[in-house]
């Protein structure tokens, strides 16, 4: 009878205080101040901004550098319409190392319920010791409610692209704007 009421006492405390979703399945969220914030998995680490000489807000990235991604707010979009900016990241990535777009598209993708244009292109790099890398890189602009824009770029190597693509969606998607107007 008393680990009856125990388990009774167990679960009605469990439903009084949840607890919460984030924190159970390990994300957490990084905020730059007055413009955007989103979530990533507690076991990728995230660097600030170090200096006042570079636009990027926010560098993330797991393991040994096995997924990079940066995130660069802007108070104002960077082009005037979905194709212009689908134009300026194709241009991005093109002019990479022997850049080549794979897939591109304005409509595949909403964040904040607006369009988020994107590319998905290979490049070379080299490692260390000079030896070439084959890498794949995502771009997109994710529009913000209050007319603010964060491009993101994820890179990683082709054997890992595709194995962190679904985590690296998910951070996207939470891109969010912290501005009091958004």
Same mark, same amino acid.
């Given at each position: 009878?008393?680990?009856?009421?125990?388990?009774?006492?167990?679960?009605?405390?469990a439903?009084?205080?949840?607890?919460?979703?984030?924190?159970?399945?390990?994300?957490k969220?990084?905020?730059?101040?007055d413009?955007?914030?989103?979530?990533?998995?507690?076991?990728?680490?995230?660097?600030?901004?170090?200096?006042?000489?570079t636009?990027?807000?926010?560098?993330?990235?797991?393991r040994?550098?096995?997924?990079?991604?940066?995130?660069?707010?802007?108070?104002?979009?960077?082009a /005037?319409?979905?194709?212009?900016?689908?134009?300026?990241?194709?241009?991005?990535?093109?002019?990479?190392d022997?850049?080549?777009?794979?897939?591109?598209?304005?409509?595949?993708?909403?964040?904040?319920?607006?369009?988020?244009?994107y590319?998905?292109?290979?490049?070379?790099?080299?490692?260390?010791?000079?030896?070439?890398l084959?890498?794949?890189?995502?771009?997109t602009?994710?529009?913000?409610?209050n007319?603010?824009?964060?491009?993101?770029?994820?890179?990683a190597?082709?054997n890992?692209?595709?194995k962190?693509?679904?985590?690296v969606k998910?951070?996207v998607?939470?891109?969010?704007?912290? /501005?009091?107007?958004?």
């Amino acid at each position: 009878m008393k680990s009856v009421i125990f388990i009774a006492s167990m679960i009605f405390l469990a439903l009084l205080f949840p607890i919460n979703v984030g924190a159970q399945k390990g994300w957490k969220t990084f905020t730059v101040e007055d413009e955007f914030s989103f979530q990533y998995p507690s076991n990728w680490n995230v660097q600030e901004r170090e200096n006042r000489f570079t636009s990027i807000d926010a560098r993330l990235d797991y393991r040994n550098n096995d997924v990079q991604m940066t995130f660069e707010g802007s108070p104002v979009g960077l082009a /005037n319409t979905d194709e212009e900016m689908l134009q300026a990241l194709k241009s991005y990535v093109e002019n990479k190392d022997n850049g080549n777009v794979f897939e591109s598209g304005i409509d595949k993708q909403m964040n904040n319920n607006k369009t988020a244009p994107y590319v998905i292109g290979t490049f070379s790099a080299k490692s260390l010791f000079g030896l070439p890398l084959n890498a794949v890189d995502l771009v997109t602009a994710v529009n913000l409610p209050n007319n603010g824009q964060v491009i993101v770029q994820y890179i990683a190597n082709e054997n890992n692209f595709d194995k962190y693509l679904p985590k690296v969606k998910q951070i996207v998607s939470s891109i969010s704007s912290t /501005n009091s107007t958004g």
